[in-house]
């Protein structure tokens, strides 16, 4: 049984949390990455085998959008700045991802699983050619659009 959350660090020593999904099923598992209450990235995966865990999707957002976390802020906001565009916020870059798959592979040492796996997808590769060494550099093995890490 998971705790109901953990807590990450990007590179400026910022605190996230991870909070696994309350929709997890024995197939498909998800670890939404929240700043306050708002999510700002997931990881979701499922089990291969009890030693291979599979990363189905990645995503850390760069485009957030911060509400103002109490009511009272929002109501001021609202009366004394109605043209008030909310702001969006890039948190790829920060160390959130990287920390996330520390996050996951420690968890995954921690249940006797023995690799990560998963895939690049055309689309997240167009987006960003230099993804396989983003893998690379972090201890993944990339074979085409297979990537691997032995723990
Ligand atoms: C790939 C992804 C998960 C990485 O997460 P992240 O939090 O951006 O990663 P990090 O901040 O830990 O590392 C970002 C890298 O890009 C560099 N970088 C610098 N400025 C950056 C910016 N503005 N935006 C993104 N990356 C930047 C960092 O220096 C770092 O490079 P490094 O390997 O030399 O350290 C995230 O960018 C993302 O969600 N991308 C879109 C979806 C995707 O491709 N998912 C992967 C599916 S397999």
Do not use: C
Request: glycine share 6%.
């Amino acid at each position: 049984m998971l705790p109901l959350s953990f807590v990450i660090l990007d590179k400026f020593k910022k605190q996230y949390r991870v909070v696994p999904s309350h929709d997890n099923s024995d197939n498909l598992k998800r670890f939404n990455v929240l700043l306050g209450h708002v999510p700002i990235g997931y990881l979701s995966y499922h089990f291969e085998s009890s030693q291979v865990l599979y990363i189905d999707d990645f995503h850390i957002r760069h485009d957030a959008i911060l509400f103002p976390s109490l009511w009272w802020d929002m109501i001021v906001v609202k009366i004394y700045l109605p043209s008030l565009k909310w702001q969006k916020h890039n948190f790829q870059g920060r160390g959130i991802g990287t920390a996330m798959l520390e996050f996951v592979a420690e968890h995954a040492r921690s249940i006797s699983v023995k690799r990560i796996e998963g895939q690049l997808k055309p689309h997240d590769l167009n987006a960003n050619p230099n993804l396989p060494d983003w893998y690379r550099r972090r201890g993944f093995t990339v074979e085409g659009n297979k990537i691997s890490l032995a723990l």
